[in-house]
């Protein structure tokens, strides 16, 4: 019944990944809308969004849903802001988040070099390949490589994590303070709204109700008695 009538084909599904149908800006406006719509308290919201923000920071590529939801039921926070923050980590976004992280993660783990973000995901695509051919050589007769493998950890993978962690640390912790007061402020303003309309409901009722007694009680000048 919900399906599409014309189902998209994976092109698609992979330019509408790159760039929303409705461009990014109406996507982040709907993220938003469903954010303040959640009916939770405002701090299990805000410390799901932290968790989504911080995995979107993490190399995790095709985990992130995964990770965020494990991330917030861990710190009790709400699993399905967790998902929709995780939209910080977009096709837009990643090649910042990947340079500072690998960026900062060599420095700290004192690895000459800062590898572009180009050459980041390059490395990625062909670490996947890498250990799908691995995968495959346990059941036939090629022959694995695991020494590419853990050339892309030490260069690529673990620099990103450490320095993803913290950067993912200290935006998630920053983005929690912020949105706590913000939910919180949004939900009174509507249930202040729900109480003026739920007021303006009762006082149209109290008045139709005055009105169909004054209809009903009978005039001083009607007479109910033979002529």
């Not at 599904?13 to 959640?38: D, H, K, N, Q």
């Not at 968790?51 to 926070?77: C, D, E, K, N």
């Not at 996947?128 to 346990?138: D, G, P, R, T």
């Amino acid at each position: 019944m919900f399906k599409r009538k014309k189902p998209r084909s994976y092109g698609q599904i992979a330019s509408e990944f790159v760039y929303p149908r409705g461009g990014w800006r109406r996507a982040g406006t709907y993220i938003l809308y469903r954010l303040r719509r959640l009916p939770d308290q405002p701090h299990r919201i805000a410390r799901g969004v932290a968790a989504g923000v911080f995995v979107s920071f993490t190399p995790l590529f095709g985990f992130h849903f995964l990770s965020a939801a494990a991330l917030a039921w861990i710190i009790r926070g709400n699993v399905l802001a967790a998902l929709l923050a995780t939209f910080v980590g977009n096709p837009v976004t990643f090649p910042f988040i990947a340079l500072g992280a690998v960026g900062l993660g060599r420095r700290i783990l004192d690895l000459p070099g800062e590898p572009s973000a180009n050459l980041i995901f390059r490395e990625f695509t062909r670490a996947s390949s890498e250990l799908w051919h691995n995968i495959k050589s346990i059941f036939g007769p090629e022959t694995a490589h695991w020494n590419r493998l853990w050339e892309f950890h030490e260069q690529i993978f673990l620099p990103y994590w450490v320095g993803g962690m913290i950067l993912g640390l200290a935006v998630s912790v920053a983005t929690h303070y912020l949105t706590v007061p913000v939910f919180r402020a949004y939900q009174r303003r509507r249930e202040k709204k729900m109480a003026d309309r739920i007021a303006r409901a009762a006082e149209l009722a109290a008045m139709r109700a005055a009105t169909q007694e004054e209809s009903a009680a009978p005039h001083p000048g009607d007479s109910s008695g033979d002529i």
